[in-house]
């Protein structure tokens, strides 16, 4: 992601202009858009205009919108959101508050103004801008006839290839079908890694099977780069990994991410801290669970008592267009780092992040014991927005937003 100008009031206010480069970029951009921002984007729309004949002309133009964000919705397998809102700058060709949808892709600029930049959407500004926190893993997870070619980002798994492709049984005195099938299974994982992995940015290609499957397809790629040349092949082997797994599903990803030879190998990575934390938190949950708390009403009690080693959470939580219910979980991480407190923002598009959905999306490792919390009498869930809406329907803090800062993006 590049930063092109970023502009932050005392009040938290302000804009920022972006330009996303990859397709981890977009995902960044989804978790910062959230309802009521304010969006500036050129887009395409299609205009009609009547001729003096009454004939009617239609044609596509480009045009600078700026919106009102109403609905955000990202398409994960082309990296493409399409932001929807309501027009809140006059346009010549658009009228004021028509509904309109604005296609953010990549290598192209916009300007996001927010009534309040919060330290989880700054955060996010800066690790997406900082090019040196990006360490991608590719990986390949197999049993025989079934494979997914996997890219692993310090924000997300995305499975770039699923491959099905039987396989015979082996039979008395005969093993030809099965050797055939299987040499044919191989080919398309090695086609399939010629494809989507880029070894001049991935640090290592993980193969993970249950059984010798991954010994098999190790030998089985290099024999084959020996046999066509492919020297790119030859001169990473150093980053092929082979690791053990229960099943060639997506879900062996976990077990992948486990295995201390990948630890070594990505300990400086965002994913492998998370996962290190996800795991303490279980094992802790497991020998000390009094140290070992989820779900936001234990957590915040515990972050009251200033108790917190670890907050886990991940981004699902940010975007939710509950407003007091996204300040909460804001207040969460503050309040932990305030008492020294580590914190992990996993993505929800991860691996561990999938695992931590399942525990409420938020956990906590405790710094000492607090086996007094659930003696406590429970108290209220986390409360709906209350906020004081005006005569459009919005919380006012979003539409009291500063005017000068639109006009300073307009200039």
């Not at 009609?48 to 002309?57: A, I, K, N, P």
């Not at 099905?164 to 005969?174: A, F, I």
């Not at 996800?278 to 234990?298: H, I, S, T, V």
């Not at 108790?307 to 503050?334: H, M, N, P, S, W």
Request: aromatic residues 8%.
């Amino acid at each position: 992601m590049k930063l092109v100008k970023q502009f932050i009031e005392k009040d938290k206010s302000g804009y920022v202009t972006l330009i996303p480069e990859e397709f981890e970029d977009m995902w960044h951009v989804y978790n910062l858009i959230q309802k009521y921002d304010q969006l500036r984007a050129v887009t395409i729309r299609r205009i009609q205009s009547e001729s003096t004949t009454g004939s009617v002309d239609s044609q596509r133009i480009r045009l600078t919108l700026s919106i009102s964000v109403d609905n955000v919705d990202f398409d994960t397998q082309v990296g493409m959101l399409r932001i929807g809102g309501r027009v809140i700058v006059e346009n010549p060709h658009v009228k004021l508050g028509t509904f309109h949808t604005i296609d953010l892709e990549m290598n192209r600029s916009f300007t996001l103004i927010k009534p309040e930049w919060d330290v989880i959407a700054l955060e996010r500004v800066q690790e997406a801008c900082d090019v040196t926190k990006k360490a991608d893993v590719a990986a390949v997870v197999c049993q025989e006839g079934l494979a997914n070619i996997c890219l692993l980002t310090s924000s997300m798994t995305i499975i770039r290839q699923h491959i099905d492709c039987p396989v015979p049984r082996k039979r008395k005195g005969s093993v030809t079908n099965y050797e055939k099938g299987l040499k044919r299974f191989f080919e398309q994982i090695y086609q399939a890694i010629l494809r989507h992995i880029d070894f001049d940015i991935v640090k290592c290609v993980i193969l993970g099977s249950p059984g010798f499957v991954r010994e098999q397809l190790y030998d089985y790629i290099f024999a084959e780069a020996v046999r066509t040349d492919n020297k790119t092949i030859m001169h990473n082997r150093s980053k092929f990994i082979a690791v053990h797994t229960s099943t060639g599903h997506k879900q062996a990803l976990q077990e992948v991410m486990n295995d201390p030879a990948i630890k070594i190998k990505l300990a400086d990575t965002k994913a492998a801290q998370e996962v290190q934390a996800l795991d303490q938190f279980y094992e802790m949950m497991n020998m000390d669970p009094d140290r070992a708390f989820y779900g936001f009403k234990d957590v915040s009690k515990a972050a009251e008592r200033g108790a917190i080693g670890t907050l886990l959470v991940t981004d699902e939580l940010f975007r939710a267009a509950d407003v007091v219910k996204r300040r909460q979980y804001i207040a969460l991480v503050e309040s932990a780092r305030a008492s020294g407190g580590k914190v992990f923002v996993f993505s929800s598009l991860h691996v561990s992040g999938e695992n931590l959905n399942q525990l409420t999306g938020v956990a906590a490792i405790l710094n000492f014991p607090l086996p007094d919390l659930d003696d406590e009498e429970e108290g209220e869930e986390v409360p709906e927005d209350d906020a004081d809406l005006d005569e459009d329907g919005l919380p006012r803090m979003h539409s009291n937003l500063n005017r000068d800062i639109l006009d300073a993006v307009l200039e």
